[in-house]
């Protein structure tokens, strides 16, 4: 399960371990901003929340990644 919210600065999905099997992991908070995209997760053993930044360029590498196999790869950006 997943909820999508439009907020004023990001959109923000939440992504929801709602699975049969246990145990269930946290929620993940995706959020995307102008010029990057935040994933944040609560560590139950410290009850800390850990976040993780990625650029922009990073998050389109991560798209391209989930349609490849193993491997290295660069991928070339068309001028704008």
């Known amino acids: 399960m997943f909820t999508i919210e439009h907020e004023f600065d990001a959109t923000v999905i939440t992504l929801v371990d709602d699975g049969e099997e246990l145990p269930l992991i946290e929620d993940v908070t ?3 901003f102008e010029d990057c995209v935040t994933l944040e997760q609560l560590d139950p053993r410290t009850e800390e ?11 389109r590498d991560l ?3 989930l349609n490849l196999p193993e491997g290295s790869y660069r991928l070339e950006r068309k001028p704008d």
């Open 49 to 59: 929340v850990l976040r993780i930044t990625l650029s922009l360029s990073q998050v």
């Open 63 to 65: 798209a391209a990644a």
């Open 30 to 32: 995706i959020a995307a």
